[in-house]
């Protein structure tokens, strides 16, 4: 793992933890992660990435996973490197021309992905304008996504149709 961190680090050598503060980059193999807050566990191989936000709750800064040509933003970031299983919440990231937007993402191996409270969509704006909403979802990278039931919303406001499955 290579780290490097614009303000500040702090190591903690009891704990085996290394902090990052300001904006910092974080390489391993074809993973890249920039987030303005970083703990790196070297005990569980563990990585924790925050974004950064003022008093009121605006994000400054938010954390930035990249792995191939697939990344996302989200509010919390939790890779472990050893097995490669990562966990995220308020997540937004881009796959070819869908935007999947999901409140707790669960990566379990390197092309299998769940999400809760899912929504996706064409439209490539951070809030769409329209969009497919489940409950849960599971994705294979490039392949296939497959969910619950699930209904469309036009400009947030739900369609009263359900389609009780889906493969995308």
Not at 27 to 47: M, R, S
């Amino acid at each position: 793992v290579k780290y490097d961190a614009q303000d500040s680090a702090v190591v903690l050598i009891q704990e085996k933890k290394i902090i990052l503060y300001g904006k910092t980059k974080t390489d391993y193999k074809d993973i890249t992660l920039t987030a303005p807050i970083v703990e790196l566990d070297q005990q569980t191989q563990i990585l924790t990435a925050f974004n950064r936000k003022d008093s009121i709750g605006t994000v400054l800064e938010e954390a930035i996973f990249k792995q191939g040509e697939y990344s996302f933003n989200s509010d919390t970031i939790r890779y472990n490197f050893k097995t490669q299983k990562g966990l995220t919440k308020n997540t937004f990231g881009l796959q070819d021309d869908i935007v999947v937007i999901g409140e707790l993402v669960k990566k379990v191996s390197e092309s299998v992905t769940y999400i809760k409270s899912a929504k996706f969509s064409t439209c490539l704006l951070d809030d769409p304008h329209f969009d497919i909403k489940t409950n849960k979802m599971k994705m294979i990278n490039k392949k296939l996504a497959v969910s619950g039931p699930a209904h469309f919303e036009f400009e947030g406001v739900p369609i009263p149709i359900y389609i009780p499955f889906g493969f995308y």
